[in-house]
């Protein structure tokens, strides 16, 4: 956990999840499941993009922001940033 809350940068603020990535300089990739709010989400942090799949049988939208840009993710959808 505490890779995804600190190279991940994972905050919760209200009904956002934000996240602000700081891979380590070896580091190429971050993945990870995350359980929020009852809602399952499968993130990818590359040195490029943010990659977040929210899962089919979620039942609402998620928000997230991802270096100060605020998305929605509805279910069985992935947004790349």
Do not use: T
């Not at 956990?1 to 070896?26: E, I, K, W």
């Not at 977040?52 to 069985?76: P, R, Y």
Request: hydrophobic share 50%; aromatic share 8%.
């Amino acid at each position: 956990m505490a890779a995804v809350m600190g190279f991940a940068g994972v905050r919760a603020a209200g009904d956002v999840l934000r996240l602000c990535p700081n891979l380590p300089g070896n580091w190429e990739m971050l993945s990870f499941s995350l359980n929020w709010r009852g809602q399952i989400y499968d993130i990818d942090i590359s040195r490029e993009s943010v990659r977040i799949f929210s899962a089919e049988e979620n039942e609402a939208a998620g928000l997230f922001e991802v270096h100060g840009v605020l998305k929605e993710v509805k279910a069985g959808h992935e947004i790349v940033l």
